[in-house]
């Protein structure tokens, strides 16, 4: 759909509880005995051509409402393929609609107070990351 190769880094722990990127969206998941949630933030030059390719379009110039959208989508996609995953191995969640947040280095109330891991990934535009914030209830 995004036309983009992807390229996962190494994982850590995050330390903080800001955004990492200029668009953000945040997703709360819940299952029987698990809650928490997934994030997925983007820097403004990768949103903006990730966001190019998939409308087959020139990028923006800055971020709009048509990108921001875009990343509740893209949110969308990435949780519920993490959620299709931890399916198969007896989990199985409800996703919540995606909250999003534009602006670098917003504060972020996690759903848990689990430690957060942060898969960060490259692509010839820049970086985003996932972040998973889980815990037992």
């Known amino acids: ?7 996962p880094q190494k994982p850590r722990l995050k330390e903080g509880n800001t955004s ?11 299952s029987e005995d698990i809650t928490g949630s997934m994030i997925v ?7 903006l051509k990730i966001v190019a390719n998939m409308l087959m379009e020139d990028p923006k110039e ?6 921001v959208d875009a990343v509740g989508e893209l949110t969308n996609m990435i949780c519920g393929g993490a959620k299709a995953q931890l ?3 007896d989990h199985k969640f409800a996703l919540a609609t995606p909250n999003m947040v534009v602006g670098k280095g917003v504060e972020i109330s996690y759903y848990s107070k689990a430690p957060t891991i942060v898969i960060p990934f490259e692509t010839a535009a820049g970086s985003f990351v996932v972040e ?3 815990s037992e209830k």
């Open 62 to 67: 800055k971020i709009d409402d048509e990108v």
């Open 41 to 47: 933030s983007f820097t403004e030059k990768c949103i």
């Open 1 to 7: 759909m995004a036309q983009t190769q992807v390229t």
């Open 87 to 89: 399916a198969k191995l």
């Open 132 to 134: 998973a914030n889980l």
């Open 20 to 30: 990492y990127g200029e668009v953000t969206g945040i997703i709360g998941m819940t």
